[in-house]
C-alpha cells in the first residue's frame, strides 16, 4: 500500500535561496523520496549568513517559492523551514515524568510530557527552544530504549539535547517567511538535517565533521556516538574567492563568479596551465586572457586560509580526533580541487557529500533535501508531530494574521482535480491548483 506526502524545504543560504518540494512515499514500508521541484535564486538580502534587510530577503524567498510553483504547477502553502547554525547552543537535558494511563501502558502523550519536562524552566528569556534530539528512553531504571510507546511501566526518563537559538535571529527569520505568505509547518536545524541525510551511520558513531562551506559562511557539524555533538558558524566562504578574483582579474563580481564556477580549481598542483579563457576587464572594453594555473594560485591561497580557519574553530569546540574523517558539501565544494586541497591539509579521509536526485545532484542542495528528510522523520519519532518544533516559537506581530488551522478558510475549487491525489496530501500542503 501506497502512502505519499508532500513536503517543501526552505533553505535561505547567503548567495541563494533554495526551494525543493519533495514527494515521500511509503511503499510496503519503506520510504522514498521524489524531487517533484526545484527552486534556485539568487539571495539578496543577507551577509555572511546573517539577514540584513529584511524587504530583499522577502523578495528572495518569494522568487524561490514562484520558480519551483511555475515547475509544478501548485500553490506552495507550507514550508520546512531551515535555521543555520549561527548562534546555536546545544545543552545535556534530563525528564522524568509519571506514567498517567491506569494499566501503565507508554502512550504517545507520556513520550511528549517527558519531552517537554527535560527542558522546562532551563530556556532563558532571549534564547529560542528549535528542538530536543532524543537520545535514549528509561522505563524504570532500563535505559538504552528507542522507542517505549506500548511498553508497561511506571517511571518514564528520557535523555537527550536541548537545540537552542538566538530568539532575534530565530524570529526574524521566520519574520521573512511569514511576509513572503507562507506558513510554517516545521523549523529545523540545517546541520542537524543535512548531517542526518549527508552521514552514514558509522561516520556519525566514529567522529565526523560535515563542514557546508556556502558562500557567505561555512557551518561547521560534529557528529560523535551517533549524535549531533557541536557545531558553529565561521563568515566565511565562497564569496571571498569572488572577491579575490574581481580584484586580482581587474573584473566585475558578476564575471569573476563565473571564472570561479567555470575555470576554479582550488588545487594548483592539478591545476591546467593550457586552459585560457578571455577576462573582461572593468570600466573598458578590453580583455585579458588567462590560463586556469594563474586562477588557482588565487583560489587555493584563499581556500587555504578557509581550511585552517575551520581547523581552528575545530579545536576551539574541543574536537581533537575524528576517525570518521570530514565530509564535505554546500556549494563551493563543488569546485575542482576542493576535495585534494582538503585531504592535503587536513590529512584524514575527507569525502563530498551530494544528494543523488534528479535535478539536485550537487553539494549546495545537501541541506535543502536533508530538511525535506528530516521533517519526515521527525513526525515519525516517538512523540513527533508535524509542527511540534515550532509550538514554542512566537512570531510577534506577524505582517498577516496568522488564522488556526481549523478555522482557515477552505481551499479553491480546483479547476483540473486529480483523482490519485489523496485528501491528506491537499491539506498536508495546502495548495490549489492554478
Keep these: 500500500m501506497n502512502s505519499n506526502e508532500i513536503y517543501v524545504s526552505l533553505d535561505i543560504g547567503t548567495s541563494s535561496v533554495k526551494v525543493i518540494i519533495g514527494e515521500m512515499v511509503n511503499d510496503s514500508g519503506k520510504d522514498t523520496l521524489n524531487i517533484i521541484g526545484v527552486g534556485n535564486v539568487k539571495s539578496e538580502g543577507l551577509r555572511k549568513g546573517s539577514i540584513v534587510d529584511m524587504d530583499d530577503t522577502v523578495h528572495s524567498i518569494k522568487r524561490a517559492i514562484e520558480q519551483a510553483e511555475r515547475m509544478i504547477g501548485m500553490e506552495i502553502r507550507e514550508v520546512v523551514v531551515g535555521i543555520s547554525g549561527r548562534d546555536i547552543m546545544l545543552h545535556n537535558c534530563h525528564g522524568i515524568v509519571a506514567v498517567s494511563s491506569q494499566n501503565r501502558e507508554i502512550t504517545n502523550e507520556d513520550v511528549i510530557r517527558v519531552i517537554e519536562a527535560s527542558h522546562v524552566g532551563s530556556i532563558p528569556p532571549e534564547r529560542e527552544n528549535i528542538g530536543v534530539i532524543r537520545k535514549q528512553f528509561i522505563l524504570d531504571g532500563k535505559d538504552e530504549i528507542n522507542d517505549p510507546r506500548g511498553m508497561i511501566g511506571v517511571r518514564l526518563e528520557m535523555d537527550g539535547t536541548l537545540i537552542t537559538g538566538s530568539k532575534s535571529i530565530i524570529i526574524n527569520t521566520l519574520r521573512c517567511v511569514e511576509r513572503a505568505g507562507l506558513q510554517i509547518l516545521d523549523i529545523i536545524l540545517q546541520p542537524l538535517a543535512a548531517g542526518d541525510f549527508a552521514l552514514s551511520k558509522d561516520e556519525k558513531n566514529l567522529g565526523v565533521a560535515l563542514i557546508d562551506i556556502g558562500g557567505g559562511s561555512t557551518t ?93 574553530e575545530l579545536k576551539r569546540l574541543g574536537v581533537m580526533d575524528l576517525p570518521g574523517g570530514f565530509v564535505l ?26 544528494p543523488d536526485y534528479i535535478g539536485v545532484r550537487e553539494p549546495q542542495y545537501t541541506t535543502a533535501v536533508g530538511l525535506i528528510k528530516y521533517a519526515y522523520k521527525n513526525a515519525r519519532l516517538p512523540g513527533g508531530t508535524i509542527g511540534s518544533s515550532t509550538s514554542a516559537v512566537s512570531v510577534p506581530e506577524p505582517i498577516e494574521k496568522r488564522v488556526p488551522k481549523q478555522h482557515q478558510p477552505k481551499a479553491k475549487v480546483e479547476k483540473h482535480p486529480e483523482e490519485k491525489m489523496s485528501s491528506k496530501v491537499k491539506k498536508f500542503l495546502g495548495y490549489f491548483f492554478e
Excluded: C
Excluded at 574581481?246 to 576554479?264: F, P
Excluded at 580541487?337 to 563530498?352: H, K, S, Y
Design 220 to 312: 561547521i557539524a560534529v557528529f560523535e556516538e551517533g549524535f549531533l555533538k557541536a557545531t558553529s558558524v565561521i563568515p566565511v566562504g565562497g564569496d571571498l574567492l569572488t572577491n579575490d578574483l574581481s580584484k586580482v582579474l581587474h573584473t566585475s563580481t558578476e564575471d569573476a563568479e563565473n571564472i570561479k564556477v567555470r575555470y576554479g580549481h582550488a588545487f594548483y598542483d592539478n591545476a591546467s596551465e593550457d586552459e585560457f579563457f578571455s577576462v573582461p576587464i572593468i570600466g573598458s572594453d578590453q580583455h585579458q586572457q588567462f590560463n586556469q594555473l594563474y586562477v588557482s594560485e588565487i583560489i587555493e591561497a584563499r581556500m587555504e586560509e578557509v581550511f585552517e580557519l575551520i581547523a581552528h
Design 329 to 354: 558539501t554546500g556549494g563551493t565544494a563543488k569546485m575542482q580541487g576542493v576535495l585534494e586541497l582538503a585531504q592535503d591539509m587536513f590529512q584524514n579521509p575527507v569525502r563530498i557529500a551530494s
